[in-house]
């Protein structure tokens, strides 16, 4: 791909992303986004409750203390229950987007690529390995299930903020489109 058709490059992967993939992604986040009940006054502590309401299985917060050799946020997936883990010593506002973003693995239905077992021993050394099913980390945006995750929790963000009613069209998301590589967060003719 050459410059001329929008493609930029991951910077871990060194594979190029299409603008048309980055339209493709930006679609289908604002459609689970636009689907989403978000509550009023926002609350990101609620919002995970009404989305293990919907999932049927508990998630539990755990706030931790960060630890240079671990990401700021975790997601743990159980046979009994979800765990999303957050820096407990940083502020509200980081604190409510890693909920959201850990929150976002779960609406989006990923799955671990590369495990992080060993960072979910050191934050719950009595939980034995074979029980962890799932180990999602905030560690790189590069990778396509966090560039997703991070787009979500930022749209939801986005949406909660915007001192003027949401609309379907997207107005209040026209700031985070830039940061996805899009020019204003609306698709581009021809794709």
């Given at each position: ?29 604002r459609r ?119 787009l979500v ?39």
């Open positions: 791909m050459t410059a001329d058709d929008g493609a930029s490059q991951d910077t871990s992967s060194g594979r190029a992303v299409s603008s048309r993939e980055r339209r493709r992604m930006w679609r289908a986040c689970l986004v636009d689907d989403l009940r978000l509550p009023d006054p926002f609350d990101a502590a609620e919002f995970v409750r009404g989305v293990a309401a919907r999932r049927g299985r508990p998630i539990e917060l755990l706030a931790v203390h960060a630890r240079p050799d671990l990401p700021c946020g975790l997601l743990l997936t159980t046979e009994a229950a979800d765990y999303l883990m957050y820096a407990a010593d940083t502020t509200p506002f980081h604190q409510q987007h890693i909920l959201l973003h850990e929150a976002a693995h779960l609406i989006c239905g990923h799955q671990d690529k590369a495990s992080l077992r060993a960072a979910a021993q050191i934050l719950l050394p009595n939980l034995h390995p074979s029980l962890v099913q799932r180990v999602l980390g905030r560690t790189v945006y590069s990778e396509p299930q966090e560039r997703e995750a991070e929790a930022s749209l939801i963000l986005s949406r909660v903020s915007s001192p003027r009613p949401y609309d379907g069209d997207g107005a209040a998301q026209t700031a985070v489109a830039p940061l996805f590589g899009l020019p204003d967060g609306r698709p581009q003719q021809g794709s």
